[in-house]
Every structure is written in structure tokens, then in C-alpha cells.
């Protein structure tokens, strides 16, 4: 299991999670676009064994919280996963929490 950090260095400029959107229940393209999703997170998944990495479709990715996010059909991040405590507004969407800080 990957540790989790929490960032509080100045340097560094993490979105506050209750500014996020993180559900809004827009569905999928079509079928081909699920399913074409599902076999490119699967196959990473089967691939990347022994690896620590988090790959997700449709999940949005945030910068910063005075944008909307980006939610790419599929996304790779390496060194990262999914907190135990998901469920959790913050924890319902990728933060890139490595932005610099703004100002």
C-alpha cells in the first residue's frame, strides 16, 4: 500500500474539495465508448502487476478549484491510488496536488 501524505508545504496549492463538482451524472458517449474505456483501464490493471499506479475513465482530474475539472476518457498516474476513505468528497476525484502554489 501506497503512504498518503498530506501536503502543507507553501509551495504547493491543493483545491479545496468542497468548490469541486465531483459528480454530475453525465453518462458515457455510447456503449463502444464504455466499453473501449473499461478494456483500456483492464488491460493496465493486468499489465502493470506488482506496480503502484491508479488508472480511472471518466473521472475528473483538478488543477486548481476556480477551473472545472478535465475528465479524459482514461488517465494513468504512477506512484498513486485510490484512499482507503474514497468516499469522501475529496477523495471522489484526482487532485493534482503537486500544482504550484498560485500568487
Partial sequence: MVEQFLIN?????????????????????????AKQQRLL???LYSSLQ??????????GVYYTDL????VPDVFLSLDA????????????CYINTFAKKRG
Fill in 67 to 70: 477551473q472545472p475539472s478535465i
Fill in 41 to 43: 483501464v483492464g488491460s
Fill in 81 to 92: 491510488q485510490v484512499p482507503e476513505n474514497w468516499w469522501e468528497k475529496q477523495n471522489r
Fill in 9 to 33: 508545504n507553501d509551495d504547493y496549492y491543493v483545491p479545496d474539495a468542497n468548490q469541486l463538482i465531483t459528480e454530475n451524472d453525465t453518462p458515457v458517449d455510447n456503449f463502444a465508448s
Fill in 50 to 59: 506488482g506496480q503502484t499506479f491508479l488508472a480511472e475513465a471518466n473521472v
